[in-house]
């Protein structure tokens, strides 16, 4: 167990509190519903999968346009569908159980990504009504996205409390952790089954202070 008694807890988004895999599955189901209204295209959304299974990120639609022999069709449309779409997405349920003990205590989010398609995800999962401070990097000046110190700031205007009394607790620690360590805050990493990112760190001051599998390893005291 991770002891984080009497801290602020602030929390990333993806691949953290739920699986981003399935914000990506529910983003293709709804590029594949307007191609195949738009264009009578099918199998769109099981392609998009397909390749993201197999690792691919950046190219996945037009990866899943050429291989069903669409690559005339253009992608920008289809990316603001992606993104600008209401998620089917839950919870994982680790992370149901930990806002359930964290229903009295100070909580945040610092999420990075697009500000709409980051809101929507919160919205989704029900996190605006649970979570006292919600961050989106995305609505923030160019370039103060993590590991940028501002969102960090915020939290910590947000709380009134000394930095060594916040821990973070995210995914990816080629961003997440080595601001908010550098700060003093104390860092926790979970690494999911199904996560997207490799997470892994490129220096030692990107490291996290913990690592766990389930969030249900932070102890609130």
């Known amino acids: 167990m991770v002891d984080i008694a009497d801290k602020v ?3 990333d988004l993806d691949d953290t509190l739920y699986l981003e895999r399935d914000f990506a599955r529910s983003g293709f189901a709804a590029v594949g519903r307007h191609l195949e209204e738009s264009h009578g295209i099918t199998g769109y959304a099981a392609e998009c999968a397909r390749l993201l299974d197999e690792g691919h990120r950046g190219t996945v639609f037009d990866a899943a346009l050429a291989a ?22 839950a919870l994982a349920g680790d992370a149901e ?12 989010i610092i999420t990075d990504g697009p500000a709409q398609t980051q809101g929507n995800k919160v919205a989704a999962l029900g ?10 990097t995305g609505l923030l000046p160019e370039g103060c996205g993590k590991p940028h110190a501002m969102a960090y700031e915020m939290v910590e205007q947000w709380s009134g409390r000394p930095a060594a009394e916040h821990v973070y607790v995210a995914d990816n620690a080629a961003k997440d952790f ?14 999911r089954e199904g996560r997207i990112h490799p997470c892994t760190a490129p220096t030692p001051d990107h490291a996290a202070h913990h690592v766990v599998s389930s969030l249900d390893e932070l102890a609130l005291g």
């Open 9 to 11: 807890v602030v929390l």
């Open 68 to 89: 069903l022999g669409q690559a005339v069709i253009e992608v920008a449309p289809l990316v603001a569908i992606y993104r600008c779409h209401v998620p089917d997405i």
């Open 97 to 108: 159980r930990l806002l359930a003990r964290l229903a009295t205590r100070a909580s945040a």
């Open 127 to 136: 996190l605006y009504d649970r979570i006292g401070k919600v961050i989106l």
């Open 178 to 191: 080595v601001t908010p360590r550098a700060r003093g805050w104390a860092t926790v990493q979970i690494l």
